[in-house]
């Protein structure tokens, strides 16, 4: 650039004298026709300006028009220089801009993504690992680990005193006569928690959902209703552990109870450490026909799923 505008400078420089020197010659051209032909001077000046006196000197036209053009095009060199770098300034101004608009859209699409996806991901997908059921070759239950520090839903209490004054009796025990209760005493039961974190979202229960119901004697009795009195008063208090059921959602695998799948790890200490479903007959029925409230679970007794 900075060449290009020496070179025109001195192009310029060279061809403005060269015209100063043509003009001069015809001034001095006019002056010697006036000199000869005085009664015609007005004539001669006007002829003086035109292409035939310049040619009678010498200088034609194609050496003006050389001048001047070669100082047009250095001119035009020169402008073009400078043209051509502010344009470059703008052109590279302009690709700054649009690639910094391009990176704050870029940048705002793929947080709208993100966002969009992190909406829509989190209702199904829970924030911790969760613990799916785990079964035998022969397909029973495995025994879940750790339920006690799964979430606590609640504790129904059907005490053996208000119901015949005994337990109902399991297989292969013959049944007993008259009023018993099939979950002595205390159902404490837990949900596993990342069944539940997707529960609290939707509102459903997700596939692999395992309720686990730990039943709890109470303390021996006082009253012939079963009620003892303790320093907070007289009512029930647990006791021993009696063993567990469990309840494990899988539509595939349990059609034929309605999707869920009736676990009983007996009705005694020590549990089992592993279960065979049960049939209809023995477990769904009560859930699918007695009117447990949602989806074949008794939301109504714990009030942290009933919602």
């Known amino acids: 650039m900075d060449d290009a505008f020496a070179a025109g400078s001195a192009c310029r420089a060279k061809k403005l004298a060269s015209i100063a020197r043509v003009l001069l010659n015809v001034r ?80 705002a699409i793929i947080t709208t993504v993100l966002v969009q996806w992190a909406g829509t991901s989190s209702a199904q997908a829970p924030t911790r690992p969760r613990q799916l059921p785990e079964y035998t070759a022969s397909g029973e ?49 837990y949900i596993e928690p990342g069944s539940y974190e997707i529960y609290k979202r939707t509102n459903e229960f997700p596939e692999g959902t395992i309720l686990f119901k730990e039943l709890q004697l109470t303390l021996p009795k006082q009253n ?3 009620s003892r009195s303790e320093p907070s008063g007289r009512g029930y208090f647990p006791g021993q552990f009696n063993g567990a059921d469990v309840t494990v959602k899988d539509t595939r695998r349990f059609a034929a109870t309605g999707g869920w799948g009736y676990f009983n790890f007996n009705h005694h200490e020590p549990k089992a450490q592993t279960a065979k479903v049960k049939s209809r007959q023995e477990c769904a029925f ?8 949602k989806d074949d679970v008794w939301v109504q007794f714990y009030r942290l799923l009933d919602k």
């Open 141 to 189: 239950l495995v025994l879940p680990k750790d339920f006690r520090e799964w979430v606590y839903v609640g504790s129904p209490l059907t005490p053996i005193a208000l119901n015949g004054g005994k337990a109902c009796t399991e297989p292969p025990e013959p049944p007993v006569s008259g009023p018993c209760t099939g979950f002595p005493e205390y159902h404490n039961v």
């Open 286 to 293: 009560c859930h699918i026909e007695l009117g447990a409230k």
């Open 224 to 226: 012939d209703d079963g």
């Open 28 to 107: 001095r051209a006019g002056t010697q026709q006036l000199a000869q032909n005085q009664p015609n001077v007005d004539e001669v000046r006007a002829k003086s300006d035109k292409t035939d006196k310049v040619t009678s000197i010498d200088v034609t036209p194609a050496r003006i028009n050389s001048a001047i053009s070669c100082v047009e095009y250095d001119d035009l060199s020169a402008v073009g220089a400078i043209r051509a770098r502010q344009s470059h300034r703008r052109t590279a101004m302009r690709a700054k801009l649009l690639t910094s608009a391009a990176l704050l859209a870029g940048g």
